[in-house]
């Protein structure tokens, strides 16, 4: 799963928001799903779950992403944290989602402290929600 940052990240502050599922919301009970899934794929990341961080994704995503991410969790200790979880449109098997993330380095390697606006495409992959595809944007450095 690759990241994309498309436009230059900059170094401001922000203010955090609350959590909770606004926007968009047709189905209450499959954005909520969505949010758990988004949580439990942070948490994930957070822990260094490689198996839990991958079934958060769509099938066809596991094997590079399983590479990717083992090295980068070898790398960096993050804390991810999901401050903002916005539906941007919501149907029956999609659903795409701006969602505010921080990500704090708790390591020793060099890693900035940073907000960022990701989007993301969830999809239903037979009865299960997964993430298809996420794109950073608009990285704030808060260090």
């Given at each position: 799963m690759a990241t994309f940052y498309l436009s230059a990240p900059k170094a401001t502050s922000h203010t955090i928001e609350?959590?909770?599922i606004t926007g968009a919301v047709t189905n209450q009970r499959d954005a909520q799903i969505c949010f758990?899934?988004?949580e439990k794929n942070l948490t994930a990341a957070s822990n260094k779950d490689i198996e839990t961080y991958i079934d958060t994704l769509v099938s066809s995503a596991h094997e590079e992403t399983a590479?990717?991410?083992t090295t980068f969790f070898d790398t960096y200790t993050l804390a991810h944290t999901l401050l903002s979880f916005e539906i941007v449109k919501q149907e029956a098997s999609s659903m795409l989602v701006a969602a505010q993330q921080q990500t704090i380095n708790l390591g020793e390697n060099?890693?900035?402290n940073h907000i960022t606006q990701a989007h993301h495409t969830f999809v239903k992959e037979?009865?299960?929600w997964k993430i298809q595809q996420t794109v950073m944007t608009n990285t704030s450095f808060i260090d």
């Open positions: 609350a959590n909770g758990d899934l988004l590479q990717e991410m060099s890693y900035r037979g009865a299960a």
